[in-house]
């Protein structure tokens, strides 16, 4: 709910259909925002860290990349 409240739109999430070359066999959640400041203020929000703290620290280890779309 923070990342959609930021204006966040899930493209995809879930395991791999197929994994080549290194690529991990693990989940993944491509979303995306009108901006990278949009992607960076939804990493930043307070709404985000809440949720952070409900889920644990320990609770799953996150990458978390922001890439400028083309």
């Given at each position: 709910?923070?990342?959609?409240a930021?204006?966040?739109?899930?493209?995809?999430?879930?395991?791999?259909?197929?994994?080549?070359?290194a690529?991990?066999?693990?989940?993944?959640?491509?979303?995306?925002?009108?901006?990278?400041?949009?992607?960076?203020?939804?990493?930043?929000?307070p709404?985000?860290?809440?949720?952070?703290?409900?889920?644990?620290?320990?609770?799953?280890?996150?990458?978390?990349?922001?890439?400028?779309?083309?």
């Amino acid at each position: 709910p923070a990342v959609q409240a930021a204006g966040g739109r899930f493209l995809a999430r879930g395991m791999p259909a197929k994994v080549y070359e290194a690529g991990l066999n693990q989940r993944t959640v491509v979303i995306e925002f009108d901006s990278v400041q949009a992607a960076i203020a939804a990493h930043d929000s307070p709404g985000y860290k809440e949720a952070l703290k409900a889920l644990g620290t320990n609770a799953v280890e996150r990458e978390l990349r922001i890439v400028e779309g083309v």
